[in-house]
């Protein structure tokens, strides 16, 4: 009757325990699952518009929609319509002008020497000023 008891012992003894590995490659899928994203990010490139064909003529004008509400943004500073406006100033006067429209569209048009973040600060006095709807113009100097 002892060697029965024994055999019973010595059976669980022999079974393998699978839970340290099942454990260990939970593990490793939850940090390939969170690190994966980060590696496979790579930002986001932002470039200017071409036109599509070679043979397009597209000739400037110097007058501009008077229904238009135009934020130019160069390195000088910002023009509102034409008019030269502080930044602190914006987005009082901005939200005066919008106040009156029923249009309530905004175009900016930036500057190529202008960093980005300062028309993103336009952009968000813009938005929060109330326009409903922003437009980015893309100016080419020859």
Do not use: C
């Amino acid at each position: 009757m002892v060697k029965r008891k024994e055999r019973k012992s010595m059976q669980g003894l022999n079974d393998a325990n699978i839970t340290p590995l099942a454990d260990v490659t939970t593990t490793l899928i939850v940090v390939f699952l969170i690190t994966m994203p980060a590696l496979m990010w790579n930002g986001f490139q932002v470039n200017h518009a071409e036109a599509g064909s070679e043979n397009a003529v597209v000739t400037p004008t110097e007058s501009q929609d008077e229904d238009l509400l135009t934020i130019e943004v160069n390195p000088e500073g910002l023009l509102l319509n034409g008019a030269m406006i502080p930044v602190g100033e914006l987005e009082l006067t901005l939200s005066g002008e919008l106040a009156g429209r029923s249009d309530k569209t905004v175009v900016i048009a930036a500057d190529d020497a202008v960093l980005l973040g300062e028309v993103v600060e336009v952009l968000d006095i813009a938005k929060a000023s109330g326009a409903e709807s922003l437009a980015m113009l893309n100016r080419v100097e020859n």
